[in-house]
């Protein structure tokens, strides 16, 4: 499974993004996908993820984004409201077989990341 992430950029606090993820390969609809993010010098943080059984969110986002699939298009979004200056990172996409996990560990395959940069 290759991973292409797309979408970030800069946006003012308070405004909004939204993420995807491009997955080649087959059985996609059989994938937990997740996103993560990570400052420089920080370690890697679960953001949501996304399996046949429902979702997931970290504390710290939920209410404010939502992760959905497009299993037809083989993509993952992340739909990002009310953002603040501490969501600023690079966003990561993430895949696994079989159910949605929170540590990145558990993850087999990683796209490139993708900077989302909020000011203040």
């Known amino acids: 499974v290759q991973l292409q992430a797309s979408g970030g950029g800069l946006v003012q606090a308070g405004g909004s993004l939204r993420l995807s993820c491009a997955a080649s390969g087959r059985s996609f609809s059989s994938y937990a996908m997740a996103w993560f993010r990570q400052d420089p010098g920080k370690e890697r943080e679960f953001v949501a993820a996304?399996?046949?059984?429902?979702?997931v969110y970290a504390d710290s986002v939920k209410g404010r984004f939502t992760i959905s699939r497009d299993n037809a298009k083989n993509t993952v979004y992340l739909q990002m409201n009310s953002l603040k200056p501490e969501d600023t990172a690079v966003y990561y996409c993430a895949a696994r077989w079989g159910s949605k996990l929170i540590t990145p560990s558990d993850y087999t395959y990683w796209g490139q990341g993708t900077q989302v940069t909020v000011s203040s």
């Open positions: 996304v399996s046949a059984s429902g979702t």
